[in-house]
């Protein structure tokens, strides 16, 4: 049984090295380099926009940029600003304000011929200032003597807190895919953990623009956009490629052979 | 590839994570009622229960009667403040009998009226409130109250008395 499934994924291995294989020497049979446009890439956020149709307590946007680095990386970053309503069973606050994030991505995708698309790991360091605005409250109470049907409602206005600020890094993960000639559609999921964060104040403080929903005892969060991108082409480069590992067991392969005539179809190299 | 799934997983475990969040419960406190101690007025050191008491809010229906656990072994009961007022007044009544849903006894009136701060807690609680500056007065005739104390005048946690009542 083991050596049944060792032999299959050496048959697995090995055909990934064909591929790899393929693919080298479709490279070198080019004897011109491919060239690739270098440029800044404006990305547009969508899905604030339709977070907005969609909300009526909300209201964002968020413009970014990147600018490729070499075949891999890229310098990337995003200014927005987010206004939102966070209602809570007791009480309903207004959190108000504008973001930077800046960073850098990583293209893990090794493109075919002419694609350009991109599986981004990214980091950002960002940072936001903000407001906020208590609407209405009622007090908390578990006892209902002199208000039975709801909590207290109270009487007393606080003033909103202005000048609040968080920083944080965030882990990014993206993807890029080119629709027409330097028009990509992208999207990314990010998670964020809080370096700095104002919250000593009297204030309801669970939702910072750029970063999302803020968890009580936890540094992290997490937030998702959808993008839609320009790229303004600036240059062009030769294409880089990475340098292929060799990596083909033969001496296991041909032990297993030896010992069971049975495996001996699978194996696709001899 | 098995980088990209490794980190994928990576990813969608911290972000399941981040889903469980116990914010969702108040566990952090509740707005604190005022405790009430009676004592003597012969001998202001010593505890004395008032004789079938019972409290009823201003124009409530609903009495509160029942002692709490105190440290000292004392006479205290746990009175709530109104929040949504800036005063609450109760009638004190010693030697209460209820005939026919009709309350009697010897009756004093105290209006407690304060300050109110809104305190923030957590995001599941929100804001309690916190009484501070207490004031009582009492408005009817003086019957079986001899003197009012006011021990702690903000009322900002339930363990310690803020009033005593000497009789």
């Known amino acids: ?270 | 590839m098995r980088k990209i799934a490794s980190l994928l997983i990576l990813f969608f475990g911290l972000l399941s994570m981040n889903s469980c969040e116990k914010d969702d419960i108040c566990i952090a406190g509740d707005t604190p009622k005022l405790r009430i101690g009676f004592y003597d007025s012969n001998d202001t050191a010593s505890a004395k229960e008032p004789t079938d008491l019972v409290i009823i809010g201003k124009d409530k229906t609903t009495t509160l009667s029942k002692m709490v656990p105190s440290d000292n072994s004392g006479y205290e009961l746990l009175i709530p403040l109104n929040p949504s007022e800036d005063s609450s007044s109760y009638y004190l009544f010693k030697n209460a009998s209820i005939v026919d849903g009709v309350l009697s006894g010897e009756v004093e009136l105290l209006t407690i009226s304060y300050d109110l701060k809104a305190v923030y807690l957590s995001k599941a609680c929100g804001y309690i409130a916190n009484f501070e500056q207490l004031q009582i007065d009492r408005e009817l005739d003086q019957n079986w109250i001899q003197n009012i104390r006011i021990e702690n005048s903000s009322v900002t946690n339930e363990n310690e008395v803020h009033v005593k009542i000497y009789h």
Request: proline share 3%; aromatic share 16%; net charge negative.
């Open chain 1, 1 to 270: 049984m083991l050596r049944s499934i060792t032999s299959l994924l050496f048959l697995l291995a090995s055909t990934f090295v064909i591929a790899q294989e393929t693919t080298d020497n479709s490279a070198l049979k080019d004897s011109t380099a491919q060239m690739e446009s270098y440029g800044i890439k404006i990305n547009l956020d969508l899905s604030k926009k339709l977070l907005e149709l969609k909300n009526k307590d909300y209201s964002g946007s968020e413009l970014g940029a990147d600018f490729r680095l070499n075949q891999w990386w890229y310098l990337a970053a995003e200014l927005g600003k987010e206004t939102k309503t966070i209602v809570e069973d007791t009480y309903n606050y207004t959190s108000s304000g504008s973001y930077f994030k800046v960073g850098g991505d990583y293209n893990n995708y090794e493109n075919w011929y002419g694609m350009y698309s991109m599986i981004t790991f990214g980091m950002r360091f960002a940072h936001a200032s903000y407001a906020q605005t208590l609407n209405d409250f009622n007090f908390y109470n578990t006892d209902r003597y002199w208000n039975s049907e709801s909590f207290d409602p109270s009487r007393l206005n606080l003033n909103p807190i202005e000048g609040l600020s968080a920083s944080w890094l965030e882990l990014v993960l993206g993807i890029k895919t080119e629709l027409f000639a330097n028009i990509y559609l992208g999207g990314s999921v990010r998670i964020g953990m809080l370096l700095a964060h104002d919250n000593s104040l009297n204030y309801p403080n669970n939702w910072i623009p750029g970063f999302n929903n803020v968890t009580e005892d936890s540094k992290f969060g997490a937030s998702y956009n959808y993008t839609l991108s320009y790229l303004i082409p600036l240059f062009e480069k030769p294409r880089k490629y990475k340098k292929e590992k060799e990596f083909f067991p033969t001496d296991g392969v041909e032990e297993v052979d030896l010992n069971n005539n049975n495996n001996r179809g699978f194996n696709t190299r001899n």
